[in-house]
């Protein structure tokens, strides 16, 4: 069954420093990668996301992720972060065998310091 | 355009009654998933719902059951509440029912079982 496992529960960075949170999932055929960002007491909100083409995927405010299918690995960057970051990140796979379900990583507590 | 809405926003039951949460999807689309987030955990599958039949189903017990309407909204419903199911629901709606098929998070429903 598909996994993702998220290596990093909490990464503490200081403003305008560079962050990066891992990401790896259990192979598959293939698989539909995406990235979701979680405020405190809301839903989810579409960060980004890899279907096909370009292994470099970006949002618009300034994240970037790389689909790395030898190491199955989507890992998220970004060069410099602000203290609006501050959120919890989750990693999710979906594939075309399971259809719409996703399978989430535990997510990651990202902390921005001034 | 009106996003994901979820109502109630939060919910108190005590251990052995029902719940009924209620999830309206975006303009446009026919699928809905929903998921279940414990407190410290990425969200987990419960089923999807396609032009109102079940299109895929977590490991979840039959207590949880859902239904979709002919305007695309969604319930999900739990019979004999149990302490564990304490946690926030979220639903999500998308333009179809395939893994290339982004999901758009409503805010969720918190429910706390007593």
């Known amino acids: 069954a598909q996994s993702v496992t998220q290596l990093d529960s909490q990464v503490p960075v200081f403003e305008e420093a560079p962050v990066e949170l891992r990401c790896n999932y259990s192979?598959?055929?293939?698989?539909?990668l995406f990235w979701y960002v979680q405020y405190p007491n809301q839903g989810l909100q579409l960060l980004l996301k890899?279907?096909?083409?370009?292994?470099l995927v970006e949002s618009i405010n300034g994240f970037e992720a790389e689909f790395n299918k030898s190491q199955t690995s989507f890992h998220l960057r970004k060069p410099s972060v602000h203290i609006s970051d501050t959120a919890e990140y989750f990693c999710?796979?979906?594939?075309?065998?399971?259809?719409?379900?996703?399978?989430f990583g535990q997510g990651t507590e990202l902390s921005v310091k001034p | 355009e009106t996003g994901v809405t979820q109502s109630p926003t939060h919910l108190i039951k005590t251990r052995g009654q029902q719940v009924t949460l209620r999830c309206s999807s975006q303009?446009?689309?026919?699928?809905v998933s929903w998921y279940q987030q414990a407190l410290g955990q990425g969200p987990q599958f419960i089923f999807q719902?396609?032009?109102?039949?079940?299109?895929g189903r977590g490991n979840f017990p039959p207590r949880f059951s859902g239904l979709q309407f002919p305007n695309y909204s969604s319930e999900l419903n739990v019979n004999a509440l149990e302490l564990d199911d304490s946690a926030l629901y979220l639903c999500?709606?998308?333009?179809?029912?395939?893994?290339?098929?982004?999901?758009?998070f409503g805010p969720g429903t918190r429910l706390t079982v007593l």
């Open positions: 999500a709606s998308s333009l179809g029912a395939g893994g290339t098929d982004t999901q758009y």
């Open positions: 192979s598959s055929v293939s698989v539909y």
């Open positions: 719902y396609y032009r109102e039949e079940e299109n």
């Open positions: 890899y279907l096909s083409g370009s292994t």
């Open positions: 303009s446009g689309h026919n699928t």
């Open positions: 999710a796979v979906s594939d075309r065998d399971q259809g719409g379900k996703l399978i």
